[in-house]
């Protein structure tokens, strides 16, 4: 089979009211499994498989009827909450129900975030309108990571700067709380 190197996707109708919006996507042969013009030419070949018209929606699958039914967002979140508790048998229904066909741009949000990429980047990507995408943006073990590692880089120079500019030779610890001053823990 001949997947194709990158597709067009139209969004016909957006909450964001940019009606008709279309993104170009590349395929992705390090990932192919979760490659997204992968995942699109199985959709149009599943289409054609099950003659869906062209001027009907492209995404159906046969349900265990034998019919032909659309893959909406409430079928997602049904099979995504049949994952976690696949995978957390122990997490409750509550929990479950956080899991949500938006959790797929939920989670490229803060994978994008994860990896460097600014709001902008992040907002005409996954086709945010303002910065609503924030709202989701967490600290995962990944940014606390970076944000880590760049305080220890951070101090790690402020000390050095500080003991070449007073010629000091003796670490924090070793300074009384009469040199450092007053001050209480809160």
Known sequence: INIPTRISVTFKIQKNRRNGEVKQVLYDPNNTEMCPVKAAYRIVYRAILLQQPSYLPVCVYKNTKSEVT??????????????????????????????????????????????????????????????????????????????????????????KLANVDQNVSYSAEQLSHEEMGKYDDI
């Not at 976690?84 to 899991?99: D, F, G, I, L, S």
């Open 70 to 159: 659309y893959i909406t967002g409430s079928a997602i979140s049904k099979y995504f909450r049949q994952m976690a508790k696949k995978a957390h048998p122990t997490m409750t229904e509550t929990e479950r129900k956080r899991y949500s066909a938006h959790s797929i741009r939920v989670t490229a949000a803060v994978l994008l975030h994860e990896h460097g990429c600014n709001g902008d980047y992040i907002k005409i990507q996954l086709r945010w309108q303002g910065d609503s995408y924030r709202v989701y943006l967490r600290s995962t073990k990944t940014i606390l990571k970076h944000h880590t590692t760049s305080l220890s880089n951070s101090a790690a120079l402020s000390i």
